[in-house]
């Protein structure tokens, strides 16, 4: 298999159901956020951010496959199918799960703090705020384009990636800095 297929050489793509838009579809946009922050992530985890944090955003990783392929679909075909392209409430409490673990040994957050830190922190904080991003764009689809469960993982995990930021700090000893 080659990697270049030269389907998209007219600036169109195909979603999963085999329906061309063009790349600057709003639905393409929503899920290149998603993959920008999933190689993000992967930059985050090549910075070492030792071995919990390491696994915790190899499973996210490996979510937001899932939650791309989800965008990918319009009329949801691939996630009856596909088990591993599924995500459900349960995917959401393993986020909560983790945001309550590693908030337990953090010192209680009083005031807005600067992103920054150690190399793992500073590079979540900048997840944190693509993550972001991806969110708006997959609300911006409308009102019944999108999983509502999609949704919530991804606000929660943007919740997630600034507690691991501030773990990532606090285990490397670098204080964080009040605005």
Known sequence: ?????????SG?????????????????DAYGEVDELNALLGLVRAT??????????????RDLFALGSRLADPRSRIAARVEKAALAAEHVERL???????ESELPALRRFILAG?????AHLHLSRTVC?????RMVGLGAGEVDPILI????????????MARTANHRAGVPEHAW
């Open 48 to 61: 070492d951010p030792g071995p919990e944090l390491d696994e915790m955003l190899m499973q996210i990783q």
């Open 117 to 121: 830190g150690s190399v793992p922190g």
């Open 152 to 163: 919530t993982y991804v606000n929660r995990l943007s919740d997630l990636l600034f507690v």
């Open 12 to 28: 169109e793509t195909a979603l999963f159901d085999g329906t061309r838009v063009p790349k600057s579809d709003a639905r393409v």
């Open 132 to 136: 972001r991003r991806a969110e708006r």
């Open 1 to 9: 298999m080659k990697i270049y297929t030269k389907t998209g050489d």
């Open 96 to 102: 909560e799960g983790w945001i309550d673990h590693l």
